[in-house]
């Protein structure tokens, strides 16, 4: 089975603040990954699919690139309501990266 | 839009079966547009994808959980239910049903807002 790691697992940032959140497959998924965000209490959120793709709706300041095994997620300017819980998922989820204010 | 919602009990005995239904609305559960999926995530943990069915019947299960796990379809009610048999604590999570649609780039949207089921006598 395809193993899904992130990182940071956790990160402290200030509105306005550029973040990147990097994911990395176990072996080559193609561009075969979503990004979703969660605020607690809510269901997840699909932000990115197919490592670049936007959703619909989605702010633009939410980007993916990446191919093969790596892949980041950037934020280009946080947002008060972007502090959240960010997860990479291929067929399995990845463990999820914490953004909190500093 | 198609919109999905959870129902079950909250509450579930050691050894014994859980049970949730999926209502799919805003669209036909026999659809080739989606497979029909289950998502869990223990508090404070991360999700973890249980299975998901076709609208054909087919069933496509986390091997981890395959021996415990059936997914199944009720065309005439739009639903689609998860039944997880001899569950312990460690099956307490909040419960997602989820639509895997837009291939050959799979994705999990929409989601329901899930249902939080607790194993305890």
């Known amino acids: 089975d395809i193993q899904m790691t992130q990182s940071p697992s956790s990160l402290s940032a200030s509105v306005g603040d550029r973040v990147t959140i990097t994911c990395r497959a176990s072996?080559?998924?193609?561009?075969?990954l979503n990004w979703y965000q969660q605020k607690p209490g809510k269901a997840p959120k699909l932000l990115i699919y197919?490592?670049?793709s936007l959703q619909s709706g989605v702010p633009s300041r939410f980007s993916g690139s990446g191919s093969g095994t790596d892949f980041t997620l950037t934020i280009s300017s946080l947002q008060p309501e972007d502090f959240a819980t960010y997860y990479c998922?291929?067929?399995?989820f990845g463990p999820g990266t914490k953004v909190d204010i500093k | 839009q198609v919109q999905l919602q959870e129902s079950g009990p909250g509450l579930v005995k050691p050894s014994q079966t859980l049970s949730l239904t999926c209502t799919v609305s805003?669209?036909?559960?026999?659809?080739?547009?989606?497979?029909w999926s289950w998502i869990r995530q223990p508090p404070g943990k991360g999700l973890e994808w249980i299975g998901y069915?076709?609208?054909?019947?087919?069933?496509y299960y986390n091997p981890s959980l395959r021996s415990r796990v059936t997914i199944s379809l009720d065309t005439s009610r739009n639903q689609f239910s998860l039944r997880l048999s001899s569950v312990t604590a460690a099956d307490t999570a909040v419960y997602y049903c989820?639509?895997?649609?837009?291939?050959?780039?799979?994705?999990?949207?929409?989601w329901g807002q899930g249902t939080l089921v607790t194993v305890s006598s």
């Open positions: 989820a639509g895997r649609g837009g291939d050959p780039k799979p994705r999990f949207d929409p």
């Open positions: 805003g669209g036909s559960i026999r659809t080739a547009d989606y497979y």
């Open positions: 069915i076709y609208y054909s019947g087919s069933t």
């Open positions: 072996q080559s998924i193609s561009s075969y």
């Open positions: 197919a490592a670049s």
């Open positions: 998922q291929q067929k399995t």
